[in-house]
């Protein structure tokens, strides 16, 4: 079993930036890779990125690429979503996720999710 919860969520003008932690918890929690998804009332949820645990590649959705850095700090269970030039269309409320197996941008992917944070970007 691993706990997974986010944080760094607020309010932030288009073009400013903020950074989202993702603290995982439980016996195996390093083993897992991480992903970050968001979604909006009304909508699915969808992909933003992923980083694998086994060789560390970084994987993002087109929308936020060149803008989002997915990192991972392993001494302290915790995974980061850096995110520069934000726009009023990245506000959305952000979920961080554990995976062993699956695909690494589908939701069905994962098995363990956080309660989500709440990013807003006014323009």
């Known amino acids: 079993q691993v706990q997974v919860v986010e944080s760094g969520g607020g309010l932030v003008q288009a073009g400013g930036s903020l950074r989202l932690s993702c603290a995982a918890s439980g016996r195996t929690a390093r083993n897992y890779g991480m992903g970050w998804f968001r979604q909006v009332p009304g909508k699915e949820r969808e992909f933003v990125a992923s980083?694998?645990?086994?060789?560390?590649?970084?994987y993002y959705a087109d929308s936020v690429k060149g803008r989002f850095t997915i990192s991972r700090d392993n001494a302290k269970n915790t995974v980061y979503l850096q995110m520069n030039s934000l726009k009023p269309e990245d506000t959305a409320l952000y979920y961080c996720a554990a995976r062993i197996t699956g695909s690494y941008d589908l939701v069905s992917g994962y098995s363990y999710w956080g309660q989500g944070t709440q990013v807003t970007v006014s323009s």
């Open positions: 980083l694998s645990w086994s060789s560390g590649s970084a």
